[in-house]
């Protein structure tokens, strides 16, 4: 199963960017979705997550209030969000599908964000 991110890139402190990860139909519409995100020399860690339907949406303390998860069942994408960022999360963004079918995860390859201060 391949899940294929876009968006990254380099933008500037207090700047915007929106990720997207688009999934096979038959994995998006059964998994709740998620976002990581791994900086140099650090462990991979947990951004925001929403449930298969859209109803029930978490975060990371560190992004609360500036990141927002959504999908769109229709396009099998979902898409992160990210305002006022910091040099701080200049990562690697991971998109991940947790499927409650199977009780399989899987992972795309990662988009690169580099945010400048």
């Known amino acids: 199963v391949q899940l294929v991110e876009s968006g990254g890139g380099l933008v500037q402190a207090g700047g915007s960017l929106r990720l997207s990860c688009e999934a096979p139909?038959?994995?998006?519409?059964?998994?709740?979705m998620g976002w990581f995100r791994q900086a140099p020399g650090k462990e991979r860690e947990f951004v925001a997550r929403?449930?298969?339907?859209?109803?029930?949406?978490y975060y990371a303390d560190s992004v609360q209030g500036r990141f927002t998860i959504s999908r769109d069942n229709a396009k099998n994408t979902v898409y992160l969000q990210m305002n006022s960022l910091k040099s701080e999360d200049t990562a690697v963004y991971y998109c991940?599908?947790?499927?409650?079918?199977?009780?399989?995860?899987?992972w795309g390859k990662g988009t690169l964000v580099t945010v400048s201060s």
């Open positions: 929403i449930s298969w339907d859209g109803t029930s949406r």
């Open positions: 139909r038959r994995t998006f519409s059964n998994s709740a």
């Open positions: 991940k599908a947790e499927s409650t079918v199977l009780d399989v995860d899987y």
